[in-house]
């Protein structure tokens, strides 16, 4: 089945260290997303990345890193830089109409939640 | 500057009743988009719909409404005849062109409704 997979569902870390979420999708998607959710809040991005080797920050894009080396996996790195991790982490990805540049509707992995104590 | 602004922030209602989630907007784009999506508590979002600005048609979907009205910049959703399996939270968002830099057309979401369907 085609979809887009996170893993782990849970994530435990003690402050001060670094960490990677996983994102894989099989939907031969141009587009890769992170957001963050906190609790009664919406979603914020924090990268995107629109072709493979090229990504750019979202309106969070402080304490976390990623890559994008293949099209179909989009790593997301909490660093020991930001200040309050503990947070629920989507993926996502959408594909380009065309090549207009412009992207269709995003579609969302299952989450990863992370408490970092 | 783009904004989604949700002011419900949780409904209750009681299983099979009507209801309308509101979704007001703010762009300076002619060209834009409009998506809903639902949250449910295993936490994935599901895409429901996506509608441009060109189309102010009302959609249905089943038991799902959409109804856009340009002139007062809203996108509201109804539900008709709730169930408790429709208990999530919903989002709608919004995606101008990319012309604007900065955001290359990513999606802005309100905060989000929270609907609780009870037996």
């Known amino acids: 089945d085609g979809g887009i997979t996170q893993s782990p569902k849970y994530l435990f870390r003690k402050e001060g260290q670094n960490v990677t979420l996983s994102c894989e999708q099989n939907?031969?998607?141009?587009?890769m997303y992170w957001y963050r959710q906190d609790p009664g809040q919406g979603l914020r991005l924090i990268y995107y990345?629109?072709?493979?080797?090229?990504?750019q920050k979202g309106d969070i894009a402080e304490g976390y890193s990623v890559s994008r080396e293949k099209k179909e996996s989009f790593p997301l790195t909490v660093t020991s830089a930001q200040k309050n991790p503990t947070a629920f982490y989507l993926c996502?990805?959408?594909?380009?109409?065309?090549?207009?540049?412009?992207?269709?509707?995003?579609?969302f992995g299952p989450g990863t939640r992370l408490t970092v104590t | 500057a783009q904004k989604v602004t949700q002011a419900q922030t949780e409904i209750s209602v009681v299983e099979k009743e009507d209801v309308t989630l509101d979704c007001v907007y703010e762009?300076?784009?002619?060209?834009?988009?409009l998506f809903w999506y639902k949250q449910p508590p295993s936490g994935e979002l599901v895409f429901l719909i996506r509608?441009?600005?060109?189309?102010?048609q009302n959609e249905i979907s089943g038991r799902y409404s959409w109804n856009f009205q340009k002139s007062t910049s809203s996108f509201n959703f109804t539900i008709t005849a709730s169930q408790v399996v429709d208990s999530a939270v919903y989002f709608c968002?919004?995606?101008?062109?990319?012309?604007?830099?900065?955001?290359?057309?990513?999606?802005?979401f309100g905060k989000g409704t929270k609907l609780s369907v009870k037996p």
């Open positions: 996502a990805s959408s594909i380009m109409f065309g090549t207009s540049g412009r992207f269709h509707e995003q579609y």
């Open positions: 939907l031969n998607h141009d587009a």
């Open positions: 990345s629109q072709i493979v080797n090229d990504f």
């Open positions: 762009t300076r784009d002619t060209t834009y988009y």
């Open positions: 509608r441009n600005s060109f189309d102010e």
């Open positions: 968002a919004l995606r101008d062109r990319l012309d604007y830099g900065g955001s290359q057309g990513n999606l802005i």
